[in-house]
């Protein structure tokens, strides 16, 4: 690892330990390595803040033009959450860009939430980042989330934990779906989105969809990209004739990206997804999903 990338990990967990424990001993080193690394960041930092509080960019393509910024975007988007400033933008850009200790700030940014819709909101980011849950506080999360699905406020979120969860196909993924599925029959109606989610991804999982399939040898990242979306996320695999991917956004560095799904099924039954997929060991990784909009 470069000086220079020593330095950037270090800053990142900093600002990470700064926001969740606001001790001013971790201020001040924070300051001191910030002060290194402002001829290298200061561009990007700019950018990233700009994007941030710029309420003439819409929220969506704001967010986009963060993730492209990278691994370089997060310091400043967790400090922006340490000190409360453009919470929703940056808990959102930090659900599509964080690993694991990064979460623990959204998770943290949820406890401290007064309002109940604000905190929803955020929630449904993080559960979405959630297909590849690090610990048993991510799986508890999930599932809390899960089972809350009458809860109006944590609809979003609800929901973005069984895509989530479905996405990750796992027996413990799937035990979860199970536990909140209604007992009525299978053929049986219901009117909440995440009671439907949950039932269509159980029966993806049973069905062993998109696993060990044959996969020709795509001839670019886009190609690979859109044959992993088809095989690893139930709402479009099983949709497959209706599925298109509309865009790829990727970061600088190329190592993932930002993917905007529609599933066209008629004028009055289409929905939106954007998936972050991973690239590891030359293939791609679904290792995030969220619903973004539906007509």
């Not at 930092?45 to 819409?58: M, N």
């Not at 406890?111 to 559960?127: D, M, P, S, T, Y």
């Not at 599932?143 to 895509?163: P, T």
Request: glycine share 6%.
């Amino acid at each position: 690892m470069t000086r220079a990338g020593s330095l950037s990990r270090a800053l990142y967990i900093v600002l990470i330990l700064t926001a969740v424990l606001s001790t001013s001993d971790f201020r001040s080193i924070a300051n001191d390595i910030r002060s290194s690394r402002q001829e290298i960041d200061q561009p990007s930092r700019e950018k990233v803040d700009k994007l941030l509080s710029d309420q003439k960019i819409d929220d969506s393509e704001a967010v986009k033009l963060i993730f492209k910024e990278g691994d370089t975007a997060l310091p400043t988007l967790v400090s922006s959450l340490g000190n409360g400033k453009n919470v929703e933008r940056a808990s959102w850009a930090l659900a599509y860009l964080g690993g694991a200790n990064e979460r623990k700030v959204l998770r943290d940014v949820i406890a401290r939430e007064k309002n109940e819709e604000q905190k929803g909101v955020i929630a449904g980011f993080l559960a979405g980042a959630l297909v590849e849950p690090a610990s048993a506080e991510e799986w508890q999360f999930l599932e809390s989330c899960l089972r809350e699905y009458k809860n109006e406020d944590r609809a979003l979120a609800s929901f973005a934990a069984a895509i989530a969860l479905g996405t990750n196909g796992s027996q413990h993924a799937l035990a979860l779906l199970q536990s909140v599925a209604p007992r009525e029959p299978e053929a049986s109606n219901s009117d909440n989105d995440t009671i439907q989610a949950v039932r269509q991804a159980i029966r993806w999982i049973k069905q062993g969809a998109g696993k060990g399939s044959i996969r020709h040898e795509p001839e670019s990242d886009s190609d690979q990209i859109k044959q992993i979306v088809l095989q690893e996320t139930f709402f479009a695999g099983a949709q497959r004739k209706g599925t298109s991917v509309e865009q790829i956004a990727f970061t600088r560095d190329r190592s993932r990206a930002l993917v905007s799904v529609q599933i066209y099924r008629g004028p009055r039954d289409a929905h939106g997804y954007n998936l972050v997929v991973e690239r590891r060991n030359g293939m791609w990784k679904v290792t995030g999903a969220w619903l973004s909009w539906v007509s």
